[in-house]
């Protein structure tokens, strides 16, 4: 989930440096017919370096291997039906992904998801935390049988 920068952080930077330049865009047709090729870079490796990004592949591999990755087509409802019981499709999924862990593992985890504040003054990525004491109750009462079906939803 996380890259070495914030996809954000760059787009406010390019937002400001487009909103700041007193230089004007070069109009398409004075740019050069043909772009120059690029040259392929050398790269000089030592065997301390060739050593380092052997062990890490194979640490990648690895952990590539631990990982178990599963798609299913959901077709039994979407957001709108979501919607109509006056629930956020983010939320009923965040809530759908902390109920699916606990029955996994048995237990409640910190969570977050991503929240993009850049359309506001100075925004960035924020994080939501999804997994409060509310939430925790609420993903417990799921597997309680003494709660009719009608409460849960």
């Not at 996809?7 to 865009?25: F, P, W």
């Not at 370096?49 to 591999?61: N, P, Q, R, T």
């Not at 999924?93 to 996994?104: D, E, K, P, S, V």
Request: glycine share 4%; charged share 25%.
């Amino acid at each position: 989930e996380h890259g070495a920068t914030d996809g954000l952080t760059l787009v406010r930077m390019c937002d400001y440096v487009n909103d700041h330049s007193s230089a004007k865009a070069q109009p398409r047709e004075s740019l050069p017919e043909k772009l120059p090729t690029a040259d392929m870079l050398k790269w000089v490796l030592t065997p301390n370096i060739e050593k380092s990004l052997i062990s890490a592949a194979a640490a990648y591999e690895l952990h590539a291997q631990s990982v178990l990755l599963r798609a299913v087509d959901f077709n039994s409802f979407g957001r709108e039906a979501i919607k109509s019981m006056k629930c956020s499709p983010d939320a009923f999924f965040q809530m759908a992904i902390q109920l699916a862990y606990y029955r996994l593992y048995g237990i409640s985890v910190p969570t977050y998801e991503s929240a993009a504040t850049r359309k506001f003054i100075h925004g960035r990525t924020e994080t939501l935390r999804s997994c409060t004491v509310d939430s925790v109750a609420w993903v417990k009462s799921m597997d309680k049988p003494i709660i009719q079906s009608e409460r849960k939803r």
